[in-house]
């Protein structure tokens, strides 16, 4: 049985620009940085790595990184306070959840949601 989803792991082509991006939402650096090739942030009780590729590596649309947070409309505006343009505002979805969408530097689509019930009462 699955029980969870230890860390997600994306490529980069640009490190320090890719972190500078995931601090000014909030995400806390645990190994790696600027200079390293390889990154690791606090997602909640996970983790969201990152790994630097090389410049002939492309990747396109691949699918979208789902994160919880305790407040979607102040993470919204934080990303606007740090020159961050979201793909969609923040909207509460018929399947019981507020979000909104924003690419990070390297095309990664993330998203970021709220259960607009508790679990027990949905």
């Known amino acids: 049985m699955i029980e969870g989803i230890s860390a997600v792991t994306l490529g980069t082509h640009e490190m ?7 601090r000014a939402l909030g995400f806390e650096v645990l190994h790696g940085g600027e200079e390293s090739s390889f990154t690791s942030f606090r997602a909640g009780t996970s983790y969201l790595n990152l790994v630097v590729q090389p410049a002939e590596r492309h990747w ?3 699918g979208r990184v789902i994160f919880y947070v305790a407040d979607v409309d102040a993470l919204y505006d934080r990303a606007l306070a740090a020159g961050y343009q979201p793909v969609t505002v923040p909207r509460d979805a018929e399947w019981g ?3 909104f ?3 990070d530097p390297d095309g990664h689509e ?5 259960p ?3 679990p027990s009462v949905q």
């Open 97 to 99: 959840e507020r979000f």
């Open 110 to 114: 993330l998203s970021f949601a709220r």
């Open 101 to 103: 969408h924003l690419f």
């Open 16 to 22: 320090p620009r890719a972190v500078r991006f995931y």
């Open 116 to 118: 607009l019930l508790p």
């Open 60 to 62: 396109s649309w691949w």
